[in-house]
Structure formats: C-alpha cells, structure tokens
Nanobody, 119 residues
Framework: QVQLVESGGGLVQAGGSLRLSCAAS????????MGWFRQAPGKEREFVAD????????YYADSVKGRFTISRDNAKNTVYLQMNSLKPEDTAVYYC????????????WGQGTQVTVSS
C-alpha cells in the first residue's frame, strides 16, 4: 500500500515555472514506477511523465517534452515535476501515481494539486 500526497501547485503567469512534489508513504517507494498525470476541466485525465525505479529512464508526453522534468529522490520517498515555460493549456489538476514495474495500470493515486496558468 502506498499513500501519495502532492504539493506545490498554484497560480502562475504564462512563461513561469512551478515545481510539484509528491511525497509517498511506505518503505517500498523505490520499487515503484512513478508518474504524473493531469486533468483539465471537461477533459479526460492524461499522462504527463513517468520515471522508472532508479530514475534512469523517463518518459514524457509530447505536449510537455522539453519544458517539464520528472525526477525522484528515493531516499526522501519523493517524486518531483519541474514545470518551466508554462502555458495556459497546462492548467489542470495534477496527480501523482504509482505502479509496479510489471503492471500496466497505476493503482495508487494522490488527491491532486491545482495548477493554473494565466495568460
């Protein structure tokens, strides 16, 4: 069982930056693939980025590639999402999620943190 708590959301102007954090409970954090997802009003939840257990492999949605960076600190049980060059279309609730390395679906989710980018 993993419990996830996101923080770091807020209101920022277009072109600005935010850093989201996701703190995980449990001693097996390093065994999970960690991901960030987002859901904008009236839209389905979409994948943003994920990072493998060691942090050596990362994957990004095309819409954020080159602007967002996912990272993790297994000693702190925390995963981060550094978001630069933010655009109004990045406005959404951002969720942290965890899955086993051999699983296709994310089974553990945080409560979400709101990111609003003004134009």
């Amino acid at each position: 069982q993993v419990q996830l708590v996101e923080s770091g959301g807020g209101l920022v102007q277009a072109g600005g930056s935010l850093r989201l954090s996701c703190a995980a409970s449990g001693r097996t954090f390093s065994s999970y693939v960690m991901g960030w997802f987002r859901q904008a009003p009236g839209k389905e939840r979409e994948f943003v980025a994920d990072i493998r257990r060691s942090g050596g492999s990362t994957y990004y949605a095309d819409s954020v590639k080159g602007r967002f960076t996912i990272s993790r600190d297994n000693a702190k049980n925390t995963v981060y999402l550094q978001m630069n060059s933010l655009k109004p279309e990045d406005t959404a609730v951002y969720y942290c999620a965890a899955r086993g390395v051999y699983e296709d679906e994310y089974h553990y989710w945080g409560q979400g943190t709101q990111v609003t980018v003004s134009s």
